[in-house]
């Protein structure tokens, strides 16, 4: 298969001098040459095929070939730099006879010698990294070879893990959530039961129990309450004692009429018959 060719670098503008031989070992000058009145003016182009590059000079309208200039290293001799400017280069031109010869080229503008440069650094460091990447290639075929097939008879197991989704700062799981705006999750109740608060008097409620079966003493008298502080304590009510006992009360029991129930009737603090306090 041929290779194909692949223009690097064009310049529509470049100068050709006639130069004298070199003068010694020190390189070539521009300012020897006659900068003011070039030999030939015409196009320049960098043409690379396959591993090969070259320099053509061609007419601008054209497109005739002037003159051509095979690079085979660079630096090198086939483009030199001159040693007083860096617009200017000196190269050597071959023809099909094998025949050679040094010309001066310059530029008009220094970007444009900068290009050429540019472009003559990028071939060989291509064919450099070609020439690494062919000798690895070598080296590996010739190596010994891994086998890293599935022998007979030979499985391999892969666990997969479950994945969550994070959205935002909260983490869902592939777990569906119960429907509704309950969470399904109860608090259980507090320790201890529920406990009420005390009256905002600051008095404790008192307690008192169920009065023995008989007669029923009378409340306090007026007297008493107004020595006790207001305060009337449920306990200190004389319910009686029993026959059997031997005392009797100074005061004769009232009978319970109309109610069964011996606390009497319930249904207000002011009653008149039951001579309760008020509190």
């Not at 450099?128 to 075929?141: L, P, R």
């Not at 509704?180 to 008192?206: A, D, H, M, R, T």
Request: include cysteine; charge should be negative.
């Amino acid at each position: 298969m041929a290779d194909y060719e692949s223009v690097l670098c064009v310049k529509n503008n470049v100068h050709v001098y006639r130069i004298p031989p070199r003068p010694s070992n020190r390189g070539y000058r521009a300012s020897d040459w006659k900068l003011d009145a070039p030999d030939w003016d015409g196009r320049l182009r960098v043409v690379a095929k396959g591993k090969e590059l070259f320099i053509k000079l061609e007419d601008k309208t054209s497109g005739e070939l002037f003159a051509q200039c095979p690079v085979d290293n660079h630096p090198g001799l086939a483009v030199e730099s001159v040693t007083d400017s860096s617009r200017y280069f000196v190269i050597r031109i071959k023809d099909e006879s094998g025949r050679s010869a040094f010309i001066g080229i310059g530029f008009d503008d220094r970007s444009d010698s900068f290009d050429l440069n540019v472009a003559l650094q990028d071939h060989f460091k291509w064919l450099k990294k070609e020439e690494e990447a062919q000798v690895t290639t070598k080296e590996f075929n010739t190596g010994p070879k891994l086998d890293l097939g599935f022998k007979e008879g030979q499985t391999i197991t892969i666990n997969v893990a479950k994945t969550k989704k994070y959205v935002g700062s909260e983490t869902t799981s592939s777990k569906p959530r119960p429907k509704g705006g309950n969470s399904g999750v109860f608090l259980p109740p507090p320790p201890g039961g529920v406990k009420l608060p005390p009256p905002s008097g600051g008095v404790l409620p008192q307690t008192f129990s169920a009065p023995p079966s008989g007669n029923v003493s009378q409340p306090p008298s007026q007297s008493q309450v107004n020595n006790s502080g207001g305060h009337v304590d449920l306990l200190d009510f004389d319910f009686g004692e029993s026959p059997s006992s031997g005392s009797v009360n100074s005061a004769p029991a009232k009978p319970v009429q109309g109610n069964s129930d011996p606390w009497g009737d319930f249904t207000g603090a002011g009653s008149s018959d039951n001579n309760w306090v008020e509190f």
